[in-house]
C-alpha cells in the first residue's frame, strides 16, 4: 500500500510526516486485526464485539469530564500545605532534638533507608531483592515501638504531597477535569484509566474520598454516585451456585448486611445483639486507627475469598493472626464452598490454564500454573472480571437511554448528573437499569443491588459539606447552597 509519494526519502514537512506515521500506524492496526478476527471464537469474539460497543459512552464521558471547583483546589491545597509544613517541623524535632539525628527529606529514599536501617537499626525491608522504605515498608517498620512515630509522620507527609500533587493536576480551559479510559487495558475487562488525550486530567478512579469535594454538578445539575452492593462477594456466590449447585454463600450475601455478619463472626467479645441496625453501629465502631471493625472484616472476607492466607491477611487487616486463622476455620466450615471453588480453580489452571466467566469473558494464564501467585490471580480473576463486566453492561443501558449524562465510571459504581428537577424520576430509573438480571444454573438469576448517594459534589454530606452526597431515600428535600470557603466548608 502507497501512503505517499515523494522525490526524496523523507516526507517534505514535519505535518506530512505526521500524516504518513498516522497512516501506517492505522494501516498496520487494520492488518494485525485482518489477521486476528479469523481466529476469534464465539467467546473471544462476543468479547471483542462487546469492546467495540462500549466505546461510544467512554468517548462520551472522557469528552465531557467533570466540572471542578476551582476555589476548593486554592483552599484546600492551602491547608495541606500547612497541615504540611506542621508535620515536617514535627518530624524534625523528633529526629533533632528527640535523638539528635539531622532531619530529612522524606522524598528521598536515600535518607529514609539510611535514617530506618542505619541510624534506627531496624531489620531491613526489601521488595524485589532490594531494600525499600516505600509505604509498605514504613507500615510494617511502624510496628516497632520507637520506630512508630517517625513511621507515621514520614507517612502522613507523603500522603498529604500525593494530595497536593492531585491538586496540582491540570485542568481543560471550561474548568473540566477529565480522564482517559482504557478498554482493553487490564486482564480482567475491567477499565483503566489515566490523564485526558488532551494531556491534562488524571486517573478518577482512585480519588481519596476527601478530595472528591472538588467535583461539583454543572449549574442546574445534580450529581448520583450509585454504586453496586457487596458486588464481588455476590460474584463469589454466583460462581459457587453455578459450579456445585451450593446456595449457602450467596444467600448468606443476600441475607442482609454481609460485612457485619463477618464481623459477628470475627469478634466473638462485641456485645452483638439481633438487632441487625445495633450490630451495624457495633461493627462500626473503631477497631483499630481509623479502620472500624467492620472495615477490617470487609478486607478479611474478600481477602479469604481471594485465597489469603491468615499472616497475609493478619498484616493487612490488623487483626491478630491467631483470629484470623479462627475465623477461616469457622468461614469456610460454614461455607464450604468457598475452598472447594479455590481447588477447582487450581485444578482447572493446571489441566487447562483459562478461566471463562460466567458474564462470557475468557481468559488465559500464562504464568508457573502451579505457583501460589498464579492460583491466586486465577481465584479473583473471575468475580473481578465479572463485577466488572455486570458494571459495563448496566451503564451501557444507562446510555443508550440517554436520561442522564454519564461523568465516571469506578469499577462497581457510576457517577452520574442530571437535571436536579428530574431527580425523583431519573434515579430509581438509573438504578433499575444497573440492577439487570444474570441467568445462573438451574434457573437462578443473580441480580446485585445499588445503594445511590446524591448531591451537589462528590464528598459525603457532613456539616461542613451540606451540599455533598448523602443516602438517596426516595426523595432529597435540600437545595444547593450559595458557594462558600472549602475551609469553612469542610475543615476547621
Not at 532531619?103 to 533507608?113: E, L, R, V
Not at 453455578?242 to 448468606?252: R, S
Not at 462500626?284 to 478479611?300: I, W
Not at 433499575?432 to 445503594?451: S, W
Request: glycine residues 8%.
Amino acid at each position: 500500500m502507497i501512503i505517499w509519494r515523494s522525490t526524496d526519502d523523507e516526507p517534505s514537512s514535519p505535518a506530512l510526516a505526521e500524516q504518513v506515521y498516522n497512516g501506517l500506524d492505522c494501516c498496520v492496526t487494520v492488518e494485525v486485526l485482518e489477521a486476528l478476527l479469523p481466529k476469534l471464537t464465539e467467546i473471544t469474539g462476543a468479547t471483542y464485539d462487546w469492546a467495540c460497543r462500549l466505546q461510544a459512552p467512554i468517548l462520551e464521558m472522557e469528552l465531557r469530564g467533570c466540572l471542578i471547583d476551582k476555589q476548593a483546589i486554592h483552599s484546600v491545597s492551602a491547608l495541606y500545605r500547612d497541615q504540611a509544613e506542621r508535620i515536617q517541623i514535627q518530624l524534625d524535632q523528633i529526629l533533632s532534638e528527640g535523638l539528635g539525628i539531622d532531619p530529612i527529606n522524606p522524598g528521598s529514599w536515600q535518607q529514609k533507608n539510611d535514617l530506618l536501617y542505619n541510624r534506627l537499626g531496624l531489620p531491613h525491608v526489601r521488595k524485589r531483592g532490594k531494600i525499600t522504605s516505600d509505604r509498605s515498608a514504613l507500615e510494617k517498620l511502624s510496628l516497632y515501638y520507637h520506630a512508630e512515630t517517625i513511621c507515621r509522620h514520614i507517612i502522613l507527609l507523603q500522603d498529604l504531597r500525593k494530595k497536593l500533587g492531585f491538586l496540582k493536576t491540570p485542568i481543560g480551559e471550561d474548568g473540566r477535569m477529565r480522564t482517559s479510559f482504557n478498554i482493553g487495558g487490564t486482564d480482567t475487562g475491567r477499565l483503566s484509566s489515566y490523564a485526558s488525550a488532551f494531556y491534562d486530567g488524571t486517573n478518577l478512579q482512585n480519588i481519596a474520598p476527601e478530595m472528591r469535594r472538588i467535583f461539583i454538578a454543572d449549574p442546574g445539575m445534580k450529581l448520583a454516585y450509585i454504586d453496586l452492593e457487596q458486588a464481588e462477594s455476590r460474584a463469589v456466590g454466583a460462581i459457587i451456585w453455578n459450579l456445585f449447585g451450593d446456595p449457602a454463600y450467596l444467600d448468606f450475601c443476600e441475607s442482609g448486611d454481609l460485612h457485619t455478619n463477618v464481623a459477628r463472626m470475627t469478634f466473638k467479645h462485641l456485645p452483638w445483639t439481633d438487632d441487625m441496625k445495633r450490630n451495624k453501629e457495633i461493627a462500626s465502631g473503631r477497631f483499630y486507627r481509623d479502620l472500624s471493625y467492620r472495615d477490617a472484616c470487609k478486607r478479611l472476607g474478600h481477602g479469604s475469598n481471594y485465597h489469603g492466607q491468615p499472616p497475609q491477611m493478619a498484616k493487612e487487616t490488623r487483626i491478630p493472626v491467631g483470629l484470623v486463622t479462627e475465623f477461616q476455620r469457622e468461614y469456610f466450615a460454614t461455607f464450604p464452598g468457598i475452598p472447594r471453588w479455590h481447588e477447582s480453580v487450581r485444578r482447572r489452571l493446571l489441566r487447562e490454564g483459562f478461566i471463562t466467566t460466567f458474564m462470557g469473558r475468557n481468559r488465559w494464564f500464562f504464568g508457573r500454573r502451579w505457583d501460589n501467585q498464579t492460583l491466586n490471580a486465577a481465584i479473583a480473576y473471575e468475580p473481578q472480571s465479572a463485577i466488572g463486566d455486570y458494571l459495563n453492561r448496566g451503564m451501557f443501558s444507562v446510555w443508550e437511554r440517554g436520561i442522564c449524562q454519564l461523568l465516571v465510571q469506578i469499577h462497581d459504581a457510576i457517577l452520574i448528573q442530571y437535571p436536579e428537577e428530574l431527580e425523583d424520576e431519573i434515579v430509581p430509573a438509573v438504578c433499575k437499569l444497573l440492577e439487570h438480571e444474570v441467568p445462573l444454573m438451574n434457573g437462578r438469576k443473580l441480580v446485585i443491588p445499588t445503594e445511590a448517594a446524591t448531591g451537589w459534589n462528590w464528598a459525603y454530606k457532613s456539616e461542613k459539606n451540606p451540599d455533598g452526597i448523602a443516602k438517596y431515600k426516595g426523595t432529597d428535600q435540600r437545595k444547593r447552597t450559595p458557594p462558600v470557603d472549602f475551609l469553612d466548608q469542610l475543615f476547621s
